[in-house]
């Protein structure tokens, strides 16, 4: 084989020099051909690195051997604190009586902590204390005439055969049992972090992940709160393959006055909560490199392809005018 042979395999014939000619208007296709170019190509780039997002549901698994998080932080308006309890109630009935920080806030009692609850339906209560006076009355110590007032004691309730003090009586008074509130902080699982870019699907406040922030509910009579929450298992996996388990959820709300076969029972606060079947995975995927190789391939060949039609197409039209007006003048 020799080397006339070997030069007949060139794909890209080559034109002299002598042969060719500059134009403006090729100059200027030139400039846009490169500047499109390297922005495609820098698009291109960008995206690589950051990978594209997929969104998958399917039916979900749970590992009943974990638990989850609750994060909680209710403000219990009118209410002290030891009068107050967390109970959880499971699916198959037992209850238990929840430690949790709870802080006397002027009036007002805050619960918040963290709590953490099986993966099978059940119910958060916060209600009042078992043996405390809820039954809609309360007493107090006060003179009969206009001496000064003694502090009654928290929770005063006279036993049998109980004298007050001379000058002084006690007076039974209606006691409020609403259970009006405030929530703060109302969250299942871990929270995301704000590094990992969700905020391209999902809002940023992460309403989907705690709707009941900022919930406050005021009535003016006694009745009791029951919240309907349904999680949905949502697994996140960002660029460097690291996974978060979190769950959404959304609610539904009621209220109503509590009765028993004794009479009207104390109102308090419901979170019946259950679990979804279904799981949302959010995942970052990156194209392999050699796909970002084909990209570039095609966008470097593409623009400057459709340059070079683009400024024959020019120069055609250019030429045949030219002609034009010489044959104008010539005749």
């Known amino acids: 084989m020799g080397f006339e042979t070997i030069r007949n395999l ?8 002598d042969l060719t000619e500059r134009t403006a208007c090729g100059a200027f296709i030139s400039v846009a051909c490169v500047i499109l170019t390297v922005y495609l190509m820098f698009a291109e780039l960008v995206l ?3 990978g594209s997002l997929h969104t998958s549901i399917f039916v979900s698994y749970l590992n009943q051997e974990d638990d989850i998080e609750v994060r909680l932080n209710v403000s219990i308006v009118d209410k002290d604190c030891q009068d107050l309890s967390v109970n959880l109630r499971h699916l198959h009935g037992h209850q238990e009586n929840i430690p949790i920080n709870k802080v006397q806030v002027a009036e007002d009692c ?3 902590g963290m709590i953490k609850i099986k993966k099978t339906p059940g119910i958060m209560m916060i209600v009042p204390h078992h043996g405390k006076n809820w039954t809609g009355k309360e007493y107090k110590i006060v003179p009969e005439n206009r001496e000064k007032p003694i502090i009654t004691p928290k929770g005063f309730i ?11 009586k006690v007076v039974e008074v209606i006691k409020s049992l609403k259970m009006n509130h405030a929530i703060h902080e109302f969250e299942f699982g871990p929270s995301l972090h704000s590094t990992h870019r969700w905020e391209e699907v999902l809002p940023v406040n992460g309403t989907p992940f705690r709707p009941l922030a900022g919930v406050s509910r ?11 929450i349904r999680m949905v298992p949502t697994t996140f996996i960002d660029q460097n393959k690291r996974r978060t388990d979190t769950y959404q959820y959304s609610y539904a ?4 006055v509590m009765a028993t076969p004794a009479g009207i029972a104390p109102p308090c606060i419901l979170f019946r909560y259950d679990l979804a079947p279904m799981e949302i995975r959010y995942q970052y995927d990156r194209k392999p490199v050699y796909h970002l190789l084909t990209m570039i391939c095609a966008i470097v060949g593409g623009v400057v392809t459709l340059a070079g039609v683009v400024d024959k197409i020019l120069f055609n039209t250019h030429q045949l005018i030219k002609q034009k007006l010489l044959l104008g003048k010539q005749s």
């Open 10 to 17: 060139d794909m890209y014939k080559k034109v002299p020099t």
């Open 218 to 228: 005021e009535y003016p009579v006694n009745l009791a709160h029951d919240y309907h």
């Open 158 to 168: 006279p036993t049998s055969g109980y004298t007050p003090p001379e000058g002084y």
């Open 110 to 112: 805050n619960i918040n």
């Open 253 to 256: 709300y009621q209220n109503f």
């Open 48 to 50: 690589y690195a950051n």
